[in-house]
């Protein structure tokens, strides 16, 4: 039951490392470079939007059928047990919301250096003439 949220968890870390690496100064070459491997990668790895928006319905329905543990009758250990189960919900819904977050970010930064490139090379086109 916990690989999805390793698998969840490592991509998180790829795309945050990603998102660093996209926005530290580089050569503009170097940058150039690493942009359109990365636009070539961001396809592919599309899957990460619907499977996180799976584990968030998961995680919806679990905590809408879950049993409550609210009154006396609970012991010490059933309590502790629902608020760890409630604990690892809300971490794994900021898991889901930070990889699709993070996904729109590397795509709009990759989207946006693509839209500098093709304007300075329009700007370099009209000084030309």
């Known amino acids: 039951m916990a690989l999805q949220w390793m698998i969840l968890t490592y991509v998180v870390a790829a795309e945050a490392a ?8 580089s050569p503009k070459l170097l940058k150039n470079r690493f942009v359109s ?10 899957f990460i939007v619907p499977f996180a928006g799976f584990q968030l319905l998961d995680i919806y329905w679990k905590n809408e059928h879950r049993l409550m543990c609210t009154s006396d009758i609970c012991t010490a250990a059933e309590r502790d047990r629902y608020e760890k189960s409630v604990f690892k919900a809300q971490r794994n819904v900021i898991l889901c919301t930070t990889a699709c977050l993070l996904y729109w970010c590397i795509y709009r930064i990759c989207k946006y250096h693509k839209e500098i490139q093709s304007l300075e090379e329009v700007e370099k086109r009209y000084k030309n003439e």
């Open 18 to 25: 990603l998102a660093l690496l996209l926005t530290f100064p």
């Open 37 to 46: 491997l990365i636009s070539l990668i961001l396809q592919p790895t599309l």
